[in-house]
């Protein structure tokens, strides 16, 4: 969240993502530093994951993240 915030404050559009796991930290966190970034939340768990596993799920955010880093 920390990244995505200094990427925004220079003018860099950043996307927060993370696993469905942590929509409610990264609200909390959100608040707590007061920015509430773009994020995109992907299917949990990650870890133990083989890389076709990954490379299914990257694809499936791909246009969602693309959209949110676009966005005007």
Not at 23 to 44: S, Y
Not at 45 to 67: C, G, H, L, S, W
Request: hydrophobic share 45%; aromatic share 6%; proline share 4%.
């Amino acid at each position: 969240m920390h990244d995505i915030a200094d990427l925004e404050r220079r003018g860099i559009p950043g996307v927060f993502v993370a696993s469905s796991v942590f929509v409610d930290a990264a609200q909390t966190q959100g608040e707590a530093i007061g920015f509430q970034p773009e994020r995109i939340f992907v299917e949990h768990p990650i870890q133990d994951r083989t890389d076709d596993e990954m490379v299914t799920i990257a694809d499936k955010a791909y246009e969602a993240i693309v959209e949110r880093i676009t966005a005007s």
